[in-house]
């Protein structure tokens, strides 16, 4: 099992999907679930202050859901990360989280509590990071190469909410796991990034018995 946490746009997306790919582990992206509840919320017409409607959704979630394009917009990010910070939301997502980890031979997730509180017994967990004003450019890329009219502005003001957010909640907060190993790709593409996460993974592997 491998933990890969991180803030918005750090890199951890596509360096799980990577790792996945190089040891032939099914990848899970947990903030799809979050953004697949808070956009369902919203499309009933409900309210993101609602914890019940929130939970609700959560306790119904279709997997399928998680594949509709509409969760990766920006709009899905920001009601992710209000609906992520209800417990009752967090627990009815966890058995399934906890169930792909528990997978064999192994399985990747990202996320923000996956070393901490999904899988804290992961043989191996990164925590990526990068500085707010490169995650706003990739996320500003990402969004524009979606068909969005966002400005960069707009978006680095969303990653700075998202962050204080994510880290300031009760419940779960984006902490850096105490044997997670810190990667900033602030200076790096995503070849070297993920040549330094592949690098990380298999030094956990070998200090195991
Ligand atoms: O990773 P992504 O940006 O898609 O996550 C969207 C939101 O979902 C995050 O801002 C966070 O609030 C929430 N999330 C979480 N725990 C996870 C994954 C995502 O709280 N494991």
New binding site residues.
Partial sequence: MIAVDGP?ASGK?TIATKLAALYGYPVL????L??AVGMRVLAEGGDLGDAEHATRVARTLDPASLENPEVRTRAA?EA??RV?AYTPVREALRDFQRTFAAQEPGAVI?????GTV?APQAPAKLFVTATPEVRATRRWKQLTGQGEAVSFEDILADIRI?DE??SGRSD?PMVIAPDAVLLDTTQMDIDRAFDAARRIVEAARASRP
């Fill in positions: 918005a997306g992206d947990s903030g799809l979050y953004r990010g992710a990360s992520a990202d996320g923000r509590d996956i999904i998202r957010r994510d779960s």
